[in-house]
């Protein structure tokens, strides 16, 4: 009993992770006068430079954009307790080596996400969806907003041709 409410807590922060980095995505996707564009430029640039690029920076730099971005709220609970902070920090925390991993994932090897009927991400890029799909890690979220755009053909010869490739077989750096 008393491992249930630390793991109750993980999954919520885990949830919470996916939630946090739907919405963070789709306000750079927001006017460009949004006020957390202009609390937090540099953000929003680098959102931009990535969809010009078309590419992921590597697991490593996205893990840590993403730590980064959500580590004002990984540390909350250790104000209540020491094991219920623990366990929302490690949801929060694996949720981002998630996000980045699915991330540059899609971007490597978008067929390997076996978890999506579609890689979101991927097809948010290859189709230019400005106001669609933000999804990264999940795409609950596309679904429950009403972003979620499914794209039947995504998967043409090109995507095909990295099928053979090991689900670790990514831009680690």
């Not at 993403?66 to 580590?71: E, N």
């Not at 699915?102 to 067929?111: F, G, I, K, R, T």
């Amino acid at each position: 009993m008393e491992i249930l409410l630390p793991l109750l807590i993980f999954s919520l922060s885990f949830i919470f992770g996916s939630f946090l980095e739907y919405w963070i995505h789709r306000v750079f996707h927001a006017h460009p006068k949004h006020f957390l564009k202009r609390i937090f430029p540099k953000l929003g640039q680098g959102h931009t430079q990535h969809h010009i690029g078309g590419t992921g920076q590597g697991f490593l730099w996205e893990f840590r954009n993403y730590v980064v971005g959500t580590s004002v709220v990984m540390f909350p609970l250790f104000l209540h307790s020491f094991t219920l902070g623990v366990s929302w920090f490690m949801g929060c925390f694996i949720y981002a080596a998630f996000a980045a991993y699915a991330h540059q994932l899609q971007h490597d090897n978008p067929v390997k996400c076996f978890w999506l009927p579609m890689p979101v991400h991927y097809v948010h890029h290859k189709y230019n969806q400005w106001h669609h799909n933000f999804g990264i890690g999940v795409d609950w979220w596309d679904r429950l907003f009403g972003t979620y755009r499914p794209k039947s053909d995504w998967l043409t010869e090109k995507e095909q041709r990295t099928a053979g490739q090991k689900l670790w077989q990514i831009k680690w750096l």
